[in-house]
DNA sequence: TTTTGAGTTGTTCGA
DNA sequence: GTCGAACAACTCAAA
């Protein structure tokens, strides 16, 4: 074994062109060993289907095949990183591991625990921003203040934007700093790690869609239409450049890179307001008295509560592990402000099935939708769901292809009264918030 | 420090 | 059918 190599760590970030850690890593001089993680304390959280498992793997080998067609190869290890990380730094006598940062409570967590271990033998841990534009305190306030609102944000980071932020980095010109592995290593199998293999969704493709990006603005609202770009998984886990992307949206749709300034803007707000994750960003909220009623949870899963908008929007989901943006805001209002149940409760359903799922995207849009979020909807402002399906879904073409029963006997009656519940959710909201 | 204007994606009512 | 205002009140950002 060489004495004079570094540890470039995969995470979400599973790609080697454009990958601002690798080519630190590549660039630092050293030889790099390429690793990724089975992380056991998440695999344990999920179920033996979880499509995103397979999503992943497949993504591993694609990498995998990668860095042997370059001479090298990927080690690919399954455990805790917290043991790994430093163990494997001793095994392969590196002298730094190189990684891209990541913002969720979790991470966070870790990394430090891993930094303070790799410390005491003088193993330098470095990470590097690459999963979003700007990230930490790069778009702030004037006072030194992180934003909580979303059009100040923005303008900020539009501002401040340069070419820096969007460079490529070239890391195919870099390859010959690869470690170089004559004996290739097959990688584990679904199997072995406890998962099934045949997926049952469609995975997005991940070009980065010109047609999609240029007509976004027009067609984005029409759940019928295939007009949203889907590129939410591939940003999960860094299979495209968020770079590439934002520059190819700076070209062609201002709406589509607002998008991208929303999913920097939570990334931003889970690392300064960790507790945002799983409480409410404002406390008050913590004391509505949701009613979580489980019967009405339960159809509101199924896609049976009567109100076909809803109903398609969660069949979508269950069947194909993605649902229309729109279609998501109608169903996270109508689960908090028409059912009166807690926001957690949808989040972590949406955190089993979205292929895309994004902790601080997903806490961050269900408490806009419940009201209790930085930048939320006020609480009155509710989706009306029979309102929203003939603005964006008249000719019923998303309803019919999802409740095909819609309109026959068959179909279920709505479990609730839009005008009660709806007048009863801000009575409760109200008397719970001046209280 | 104080003041002022503004705040992702809505709905309902009445003219 | 279309339009503007009210909804209810607060917090944030910036001057």
């Known amino acids: 074994m060489e004495n004079n190599t570094v540890l470039f760590w995969h995470r979400r970030d599973l790609r080697i062109h454009d990958n601002h850690g690798l080519y630190k890593s590549l660039t630092s001089g050293y030889k790099v060993v390429p690793i990724f993680i089975f992380d056991t304390t998440i695999l344990s959280k999920l179920k033996s289907d979880d499509q995103r498992v397979i999503f992943i793997h497949q993504f591993v080998k694609k990498l995998k095949n990668q860095y042997q067609s370059f001479g090298s190869d990927l080690h690919v290890y399954v455990g805790n990183p917290i043991d790994l990380i430093p163990s494997l730094a001793q095994k392969y006598k590196a002298k730094k591991v190189f990684t891209n940062r990541d913002y969720e409570p979790y991470a966070l967590e870790r990394d430090k625990t891993i930094f303070e271990k790799l410390k005491l033998s003088e193993i330098d841990f470095i990470g590097s921003k690459d999963h979003v534009i700007s990230e930490k305190n790069e778009v702030i306030k004037d006072d030194g203040k992180p934003y909580t609102v979303f059009t100040p944000y923005s303008k900020k980071w539009k501002s401040i934007l340069s070419d820096e932020h969007l460079k490529s980095y070239e890391t195919t010109k870099h390859t010959n700093q690869l470690l170089s592995f004559s004996e290739k290593s097959t990688l584990i199998s679904l199997e072995e790690l406890g998962f099934q293999k045949e997926a049952k969704v469609n995975f997005p493709e991940d070009r980065t869609a010109i047609s999609v990006l240029s007509n976004y603005s027009e067609q984005r609202d029409f759940p019928a239409v295939n007009g949203t770009s889907k590129l939410g998984v591939h940003l999960r886990f860094g299979t495209i450049s968020i770079r590439e992307l934002a520059n190819q949206a700076k070209q062609t749709n201002e709406t589509y890179l607002n998008e991208l300034i929303w999913r920097d803007f939570y990334q931003m707000i889970i690392y300064h307001f960790p507790h945002s994750a799983e409480n409410s960003f404002r406390p008050a909220y913590d004391r509505i008295p ?47 402000k028409h059912l009166l149940i807690d926001w957690r409760w949808g989040a972590a359903y949406f955190a089993e099935k979205l292929l895309d799922f994004e902790l601080a995207s997903n806490s961050g849009g269900w408490q806009w939708a419940a009201g209790s979020g930085c930048d939320a909807a006020p609480y009155f402002r509710i989706f009306n769901p029979t309102l929203q399906l003939e603005k964006f879904d008249k000719e019923l073409r998303y309803v019919k292809h999802w409740v095909p029963e819609y309109g026959t006997a068959s179909y279920v009656k709505p479990i609730v009264e839009h005008a009660i519940v709806t007048k009863r959710t801000i009575a409760v909201f109200k008397e719970t918030l001046n209280s």
């Open 290 to 336: 949701w009613e979580n009623n489980e019967t009405l949870f339960k159809a509101w899963c199924e896609g049976k509560t009567g109100y076909p908008l809803v109903d398609a929007g969660m069949r979508e989901l269950n069947t194909t592990g993605h649902m229309h943006n729109r279609v998501r805001m109608v169903v996270a209002s109508f689960l908090t």
